[in-house]
């Protein structure tokens, strides 16, 4: 015979085993005391929670033979046992996830009509209620109006959104919240010894928080580490069979972004990866880490912190040495990290991870980094919500970078070697096209105020590959009516420069700036594109005049005579 799991062991009971729902659970308790039983019940909640436990255990209350009423369910007479053990006939629990359409909720409007055989109510269990049709819920809407008066409904959720309004309206709802990680941890405890084994009180709080609010998935998680037969469940054994990195390494992490040492995180990151930790559990523990130390940073409450005291100590003393603008650039780009883990570079399935690190980490004003931090101005986005590295235009002729807010015509002329007089006009530039900004730095301008719309635009055109690649972006320069963007990777640069990607893009930035521009690819200190500007356009009837005098002036040459012209 096949051993019981242990989450089906330790399945809640009655109302007082259930965990962490107390708000449900005196609730139904004391209604069903009072004998106010509604004829349909939707539970709400995170899986895990005891939702389907709870309608159990109400089927059970509703239907038990103890004559008080306080006492229910008894769990001794033949109606709690027969539930308990699935073989009570007027318990009727439906999967809608694989029985979805319309033909099974007619199946049970044909069959709700019969009188239950032995208890008091029928009680119809329908699990992942979201997950029916259309065609269904409109089915199952005429019997929740007007049911029989022997049937009572619960439907469980984890989407309440997605239950249409006119089902739930019918229904008394009830919210299961996730359970706190000190309460699975303390029950996680009971089980263990109730089961014969030990454990680090360490190894079950990591188990709890890896159950993320769920008592199910942390009782699984139990039995699966109790299967490895160590007579003592470590700290260490928990880590490394669920994957998880221990918070003193995520320490070392943030301490080499504080510290600016991309070559010791970059080589920490690929040893946690050599080693075979999984990358979006990876993520998530940073992520973590890092809201932490932003909460210490900001809140100033590490208390409500729920982590070993030498973790929250550590945080503490980086916190310190952290501005939130960089802790809050960090979480975006490790939070964008975690997404676009899903669509992994062949090869080097780390690089989402790398590069949102280099992003947190590169110093400011480094080479290839962030341009150095300016006091803001008004109407001005600060420099941490630019990941740019120019704040002017750069011409296509030396020099290679521009004083601080000298226009690219002004450079462009200097350049050149115009030498003017002191109080001497210059000459009048030519019209500009109404479709172009009057000069570059106004586009710049307009470049750098867009850029975080830009990114969620070029998201949506095309994908988070692309997304991810243009994030690597580290300078922005200008170049007449072109936008030359300077990439650190060249795997980010060429997958940007594909063809129909280059064509989003433009698109995405034209769409922005409303300027017909165009967009060039390059990387970080490759020089940019000489780009031509167009020739002004000319008459077609003045070119072909002058094409006529140039054939008659090479004909007279020739010694022909020209006697007339048509």
Known sequence: ????????????????????????????????????????????????????????????????LAEDPVSRPCNQCRICTAIAEGRQLDLIEIDAASNRGIDEIRDLREKIGFRPNEARYKVYIIDEVHMLTKEAFNALLKTLEEPPPHAVFVLATTEPDRVPETVRSRCQ????????????????????????????????????????????????????????????????????????????????????????????GLDLINRLVAEGVELSQLADQIVAYLRGVLFIRVARAPELLDLPQDVVATMARQAERTTPAALLAALREFTEARAALRDQVPGVPQLPLELAFLRAALPIGASGGVAPAQPPVEGRPTAPELPLARQTARVSAPPASLPTGKSASAAASASAGEVRPAGQPAAAPQQPDSSAPSQDGDLLRAVQSQWDRFL??????????????????RE????????????????????????????????????????????????????????????????????????EDLLLSDARKLGAVVKSLK
């Open 1 to 64: 015979m096949a051993v019981l799991a242990l989450y089906r062991k330790w399945r809640s009971q009655n109302f007082e085993e259930v965990i962490g729902q107390e708000h449900v659970t005196l609730t139904l308790h004391r209604a069903l005391h009072e004998g106010r039983l509604s004829h349909a019940y939707l539970f709400t909640g995170p899986r895990g929670t005891g939702k389907t436990s709870t309608a159990r255990i109400l089927a059970k209350a509703i239907n038990c």
């Open 173 to 264: 709802r009830f919210d299961f919240r996730r359970i706190p990680t000190a309460e699975i941890a303390e029950h996680l405890a009971v089980v263990l010894r109730a089961e014969g084994g030990q454990a680090e009180s360490e190894a079950l709080v990591a188990i709890a928080r890896r159950s993320t609010g769920s008592m199910r998935d942390a009782v699984s998680l139990l039995d699966q580490l109790l299967s490895y037969g160590d007579d003592v469940l470590t700290l260490a054994r928990v880590e490394s069979v669920l994957g998880l990195v221990n918070a003193q390494t995520i320490g070392h992490l943030a301490d080499h972004m504080a510290d600016h040492d991309t070559a010791a």
């Open 456 to 473: 969620g635009l070029a998201g949506k055109r095309c994908g988070m590959k692309v997304q991810a690649a243009l994030r690597s972006v």
């Open 476 to 547: 922005l320069d200008v170049v007449g009516q072109v936008v030359v963007m300077q990439f650190s990777h060249a795997f980010a640069r060429d997958l940007v420069n594909q063809s129909e990607n280059r064509i989003q893009v433009e698109a995405a930035w034209q769409e922005l700036v409303g300027w017909n521009i165009q967009v060039r690819c390059v990387l970080t200190g490759e020089s940019a594109p000489v780009v031509t500007p167009p020739a002004a356009s000319v008459p077609a009837h003045t070119a072909a005049g002058e094409d």
